[in-house]
Antibody, heavy 119, light 111 residues
Framework: QVQLQESGPGLVKSSQTLSLTCSVS??????????WSWLRQPAGKELEWIGR???????IYNPSLESRVTISLDTSKNKISLTLSSATAADTAVYYC???????????WGQGTPVTVSS | QSALTQPASVSGSPGQSITISCTGT?????????VSWYQHHPGKAPKLMIY???NRPSDISNRFSGSKSGNTASLTISGLQAEDEADYYC???????????FGPGTKVTVL
């Protein structure tokens, strides 16, 4: 059974780059027709999809974040990375990674990691 | 894109049935049969309960069922149990970037 675990700094200074990692166990990230996604949920607000990456490395990002976000795969470590540049307080949220099946279904999630952007 | 609409809370007694609604638009819920429901206990990973409107993963109890009418999808929990107490989120595929829209979540309380 595939399991996902997010990790990274819980506190990021404003204007700096937020960097998170999603470690995947129980399956290889470069096998199967899976995409890997990052999402986030600010306190009291809806989940927001950040972007996705296919096993080939092809990425698609939410237009609202596209200029600042990069998602990448490290197949040697079976990890997915997220970087978000020029962080502001609006980026404070719980960040989740999730596996995406056939583009339409998030079937497996990590437990999320909280990130606070402070000035 | 606007978020999906869900009631903030729903409650029921053990053994009862409850239904959670998820209202979108003709561009998301109404356009695609790709509505999913997730159960979330705070601090834990969200768990897929229903996908493609009505389908249940093999490890999910048949007490959970999904349906859709027009722009509104619904999750019904039958035979409510204490362990069902959690937050429930709906999501829909939208077909255009950003490709996914989410509801704010519904807190289910077992009285």
């Amino acid at each position: 059974q595939v399991q996902l675990q997010e990790s990274g700094p819980g506190l990021v200074k404003s204007s700096q780059t937020l960097s998170l990692t999603c470690s995947v166990s129980g399956g290889s990230i470069n096998r199967g027709r899976y995409y890997w996604s990052w999402l986030r949920q600010p306190a009291g607000k809806e989940l927001e999809w950040i972007g996705r990456i296919y096993t080939s490395g092809t990425t698609i990002y939410n237009p609202s974040l596209e200029s600042r976000v990069t998602i990448s795969l490290d197949t040697s470590k079976n990890k997915i990375s997220l970087t978000l540049s020029s962080a502001t307080a609006a980026d404070t949220a719980v960040y989740y990674c999730a596996r995406l099946v056939d583009v339409k279904l998030f079937d497996c999630w990590g437990q999320g990691t909280p990130v606070t952007v402070s000035s | 894109q606007s978020a999906l609409t869900q009631p903030a809370s729903v409650s029921g007694s053990p053994g009862q049935s409850i239904t959670i609604s998820c209202t979108g638009t003709s561009s998301d819920v109404g356009a695609y049969n790709y509505v999913s429901w997730y159960q979330h206990h705070p601090g834990k990973a969200p768990k897929l309960m229903i996908y493609a409107v009505t389908n249940r993963p093999s490890d999910i109890s048949n007490r959970f069922s999904g349906s859709k009418s027009g722009n509104t999808a619904s999750l019904t929990i039958s035979g409510l149990q204490a362990e069902d107490e959690a937050d429930y989120y709906c999501t829909s595929y939208t077909g255009i970037n950003p490709y996914y829209v989410f509801g704010p979540g519904t807190k289910v309380t077992v009285l």
